[in-house]
């Protein structure tokens, strides 16, 4: 699973250089029934108490008797590449300086349904945003306690997407909670102070972004730019 998450990572930065959707290459992909839909999902990558300990065991477990296994070191590779993926598209947004900006950062556990924060992407994303001079603005319907217990005054944390989403210059979306695929975009646009949205997880449909107005970056596909 680890593997067919790097890959299709790898199939999104490919699809960025060729101005392909990655959406559509995934679907395509998945029709075969010896590969199948499920885990083609590109993101900001994987975390968790098992993918990073299994994959790294059995590298370690292979460099013990001297076997250079390569696909399990390039999973791992792309898989620390991705989780900070939308880091750069952030500054060039901002123009280097994200001094004094505020980031809604949606979503903290590693993934949905959980309050387990163990190498979740959020946190590489929340570091790489605070070294660059933002401010965070977090939510996460499970666990912000555990990311308080590790961060914390550095954030700020609110009860709600929207709370953390008022006055902010962008918001950064990190884990693919259900409320955040079908939020109040009426309500949203009236709150922030820039309709900028940078997706980790994919979650909108290009020609939503498109027709609400929003400038709109995400993993594989085109970006869109806001009126």
Avoid at 43 to 60: H, M, N, R, T, W
């Amino acid at each position: 699973l680890a593997a067919k998450i790097s890959f299709m990572n790898e199939i999104a930065d490919l699809c960025e250089l060729v101005g392909a959707d990655v959406d559509s290459v995934r679907k395509g992909i998945g029709t075969d029934s010896r590969i199948g839909k499920r885990s083609l999902f590109p993101g900001i990558g994987y975390g968790g108490s098992c993918f990073p300990k299994d994959v790294q065991a059995l590298e370690k477990s292979s460099a013990d008797v001297n076997y250079d296994f390569k696909i399990l070191k390039a999973v791992m590779d792309v898989n620390t590449k991705q989780k900070t993926k939308l880091i750069p598209s952030v500054l060039n947004y901002f123009k280097g300086d994200l001094k004094g900006k505020v980031i809604a950062l949606w979503g903290l556990s590693f993934k949905p349904h959980t309050d387990d924060i163990r190498e979740a992407p959020a946190l590489y994303n929340i570091e790489a945003l605070l070294e660059a001079g933002a401010q965070i603005k977090a939510h996460d319907p499970e666990s912000m306690g555990n990311v308080k217990g590790i961060l914390g005054d550095r954030i700020t944390y609110c009860d709600d997407p929207y709370a953390a989403a008022e006055n902010a210059d962008a918001i950064f979306i990190a884990t693919e909670w259900p409320e955040f695929r079908t939020p109040d975009f009426d309500r949203l646009s009236t709150i922030v102070k820039n309709k900028v949205i940078f997706d980790g997880r994919n979650l909108y449909d290009l020609s939503l972004m498109k027709e609400l107005g929003y400038t709109y970056f995400s993993i594989g596909r085109e970006v869109i730019y806001g009126s």
